[in-house]
């Protein structure tokens, strides 16, 4: 069993920074792929960025790209979400979810581990 815990969240202005962290618990978490989706009101969760089990190769859907950053650091069983220039748009919730082997998907239903999520609110 794996827990995940997010945190990180709050509030900021249009244009600021957040960055979100996710502890993962479990001794194997360099060979898991991490991601990151979010769930915005009304709306259905999307993907939001991925990171494979060694950090070298990530992606990013496209409203976010040259804006976020997914990083991790496996001593610490940590993996990271950097936003920048945020827009209200990005308001959500933000879920880690982790698969436990080293392939890379962005489909929801093949995550069987999620965080409690963590709210992020962007004001205009």
């Known amino acids: 069993q794996v827990q995940l815990v997010e945190s990180g969240g709050g509030l900021v202005q249009a244009g600021g920074s957040l960055r979100l962290s996710c502890v993962a618990s479990?001794?194997?978490?360099?060979?898991?792929?991490m991601a990151w989706f979010r769930q915005a009101p009304g709306k259905e969760r999307e993907f939001v960025a991925l990171?494979?089990?060694?950090?070298?190769?990530?992606y990013y859907a496209d409203s976010v790209k040259g804006r976020f950053t997914i990083s991790r650091d496996n001593a610490k069983n940590t993996v990271y979400l950097q936003m920048n220039s945020l827009k209200p748009e990005d308001t959500a919730v933000y879920y880690c979810?982790?698969?436990?082997?080293?392939?890379?998907?962005?489909?929801?239903?093949?995550?069987?581990?999620w965080g409690q999520g963590t709210q992020a609110t962007v004001s205009s």
């Open positions: 990171i494979t089990w060694s950090g070298s190769r990530t």
């Open positions: 479990g001794r194997t978490f360099n060979t898991y792929t």
């Open positions: 979810a982790a698969r436990l082997d080293y392939s890379i998907t962005y489909a929801q239903n093949m995550y069987p581990y």
